[in-house]
């Protein structure tokens, strides 16, 4: 007997009726019966919905990103893990905008370092995250990924504290030889060492205009200098 082509194969999930979708299975319609599983009450069938609307081009990446909106944070959090691996460039755009931290739940632990971390800064445009370390290391991350993107190791002792520039190029970090160091945060070269402090420094940060570096110690002092 002529097979078919329109009938369905053995593996094939067939909309209609009571019968609840197989998550797992291919369905038939495309990006139709993508569609129908985005809407259903079924919250797995949702989440694999999600990761099947990817293979029907465009408009299914608009699927996925409109999932980014549903009301379960497993559906939400789902879209978003697809979303953030995508190369387009208007899903990174969209990214920008979005804030991942919201989703209920922690979504990732950041890697590892071999002592305590001792402070962590963002970046301005929520792109990256810089850990101090007790094992003399600075670790720059992509915030919305968790990968380790570099790791400054050029202190002699431990990392106190970091704080990052304004506008996401610069970053500061306090050593524990009361040194503080400024950094390139792209190349993760050292711009200048400031070494007058005479005593601890608790804390640093750095100003709006992105040029003047705020340190306080254990001297009782506050201290100001420029940023070259």
């Not at 301005?124 to 380790?148: F, Q, Y």
């Not at 390139?184 to 007058?196: A, M, V």
Request: proline residues 4%.
């Amino acid at each position: 007997m002529t097979q078919n082509p329109d009938r369905p194969t053995e593996y094939d999930a067939v909309l209609g009726g009571a019968a609840q979708i197989p998550t797992n299975a291919a369905v038939l319609g495309g990006i139709a019966g993508v569609k129908k599983r985005l809407a259903s009450a079924i919250i797995e069938e949702r989440i694999a919905a999600v990761g099947d609307a990817i293979k029907y081009g465009e408009a299914g990446l608009d699927l996925a990103i409109r999932a980014l909106e549903d009301e379960s944070d497993r559906v939400e959090k789902a879209a978003y893990l697809l979303l953030r691996e995508r190369p387009e460039s208007r899903v990174k755009e969209i990214l920008k905008e979005y804030n991942p931290w919201r989703i209920g739940g922690r979504s990732y632990t950041f890697g590892w370092s071999l002592g305590s971390v001792i402070s962590v800064a963002i970046s301005p445009d929520g792109l990256t995250i810089v850990s101090a370390s007790c094992d003399n290391t600075i670790r720059i991350w992509n915030l919305h990924t968790g990968e380790l993107i570099r790791t400054i190791a050029a202190h002699s002792d431990l990392v106190g504290c970091a704080a990052m520039g304004p506008y996401g190029q610069t970053l500061v970090s306090r050593n524990n030889d009361n040194t503080i160091e400024v950094w390139n945060l792209h190349d993760g070269e050292l711009i200048r060492t400031i070494g007058d402090r005479s005593d601890w420094v608790n804390c640093i940060t750095i100003c709006a205009d992105g040029k003047t570096i705020v340190s306080a110690g254990n001297d009782r002092t506050i201290q100001v200098w420029e940023v070259p």
